[in-house]
């Protein structure tokens, strides 16, 4: 569109041209004296007006009745319309074009209907054959519910191999097991104690901030601990209890002993060199991993009996999620047993493997729990309402009737992965043996009262025994949710990246990963020749 001043500023000619056609719009100014602010107003109202005005245009033509394009033959076409002499055509072309959609929602596509791959397609078969607007709204039908359902598989599939790729041991991390496990074998200095004998007496004395890890995962473990000693103000008051299996003790107690976090403290012990924590002593860890339909839930068809018609992406996903498997790992369910892990422990901060420290944590061990046997974050309140809108009703299947009797769906659930345990308060309660208790009554009534995992019978078995602390000490859901504000990471105490995208799998979000990675030390020789995450 172009805008001509005559030379006198008597008159205003606007052009456009659209197809080959030249629309010229004349406008001769009064003689008498206008101002400039009323002129630049005139434009500004024809030159907005004049876009509309070709859409109308355009209209006129696609209804057949003329083949011209110009403001005559629009004056001519609209003119007896807008002084209410028209013949509403449009209206009724347009109210028959609904009717037939109407129709066709309701029918179903006939199966021997040949639909376009492509909508360029479309517009050439529209070219070569005369479509009844029936035959025409059929096909757009037929087109688009072949591209929902296309986009609904794809959909599925993608979670399909993030969850496959989520529950996989990433080679350089398998890697870095198998050398530090070697290592262990093959070097006294790898296999000294840990830690030092002087230090012993160390791991029981309650003035100290006792940290509990249990994890698999050696690179993991180095990042919660290194962060934990860069964060803290007195870090030689810091001691860790890592727990690993008895498959990766080895190589879990070379890295510790090669790589000190002096000043800090860190023992390493496998769930071997725990005499009492026996299949006989905890007969439900038996039942779990044995239980045959617990088996077809981890290594069955994720797909068999999944009516993926009906169900959304993101129940799905949090199914898939469910079946990590983790939920069947010993070190998994741990916790439940910190007071007899460590009889002579008071207080412990328990830390989940993908977490990281960003501030000192020491405060934890003076907040007043009122009697209270947990500290955590509560998760049913918050700014992110993707993660922070947890209630009960989103673990429980409040369809059975042992879930409606007893509890409440609009109950607030709470985070895992940074919790205060007082021990000596859990002592005194049946934390325990009522978690224990409902883990039996879901596997009797085939795994129908929640999906499987660590959490749903910690919410029942410490209800009444926790107490909230400020949201700030806990950030979740950095492994799941990609929209996390970076501003919000940076002030958070402890950041957990809960949910499938780790930040040392390459499905991590790249954005969230350089506050995990920067703990890595990617110059040590097992890290590099193993090429964790190049």
Known sequence: MQLHFSPSMRSITISSSSNGFVDLMKIKVAARHISYRTLFHTILILAFLLPFVFILTAVVTLEGVNKCSSFDCLGRRLGPKLLGRGDNSGQRLVKDFYKVLNQVSTEEIPDGLKLPESFSQLVSEMRNKKYS?????????????RSEREIRESKFAELMNKHFAASSIPKGIHCLSLRLTDEYSSNAH??????????????????????????????????????????FLKPEKIVFHVITDKKTYAGMHSWFALNPVSPAIVEVKGVHQFDWLTRENVPVLEAVENHNSIRNYYHGNHIAGANLSE????????????????????LNHLRIYLPELFPNLDKVVFLDDDIVVQRDLSPLWEIDLGGKVNGAVETCKGDDEWVMSKRFRNYFNFSHPLIAKNLNPDECAWAYGMNIFDLRAWRRTNIRSTYHAWLKENLKSNLTMWKLGTLP????????????????????????????????????????????????????????????????????EFISNCHILE
């Open 457 to 524: 019978p910690a919410l029942i078995a410490f209800k009444g025994h926790v107490q909230a602390i400020d949201p700030h000490w806990h950030m979740l859901g950095l492994g799941y949710q990609n929209n996390t504000k970076i501003e919000n990471v940076q002030k958070a105490a402890v950041i957990h990246y809960n949910g499938q995208s780790k930040p040392w799998l390459q499905i991590g979000f790249e954005h969230l990963r350089p506050f995990w990675s920067k703990y890595v030390s990617y110059s040590n």
């Open 133 to 145: 607007t029936k035959e025409f709204a059929l096909i757009m039908k037929g087109m688009m519910e």
């Open 311 to 330: 169900i959304t992406p993101r129940i799905f996903a949090s199914k898939l999620q469910a079946r990590s498997p983790k939920y069947i790992s010993l």
């Open 190 to 231: 790898a296999r000294r104690q840990l830690p030092s004998p002087e230090l012993l007496p160390m791991l029981s004395n309650n003035s100290y901030y006792h940290f509990i890890v249990s994890t698999d995962n050696i690179l993991a473990a180095s990042v919660v601990v290194t962060s934990a000693v860069q964060s």
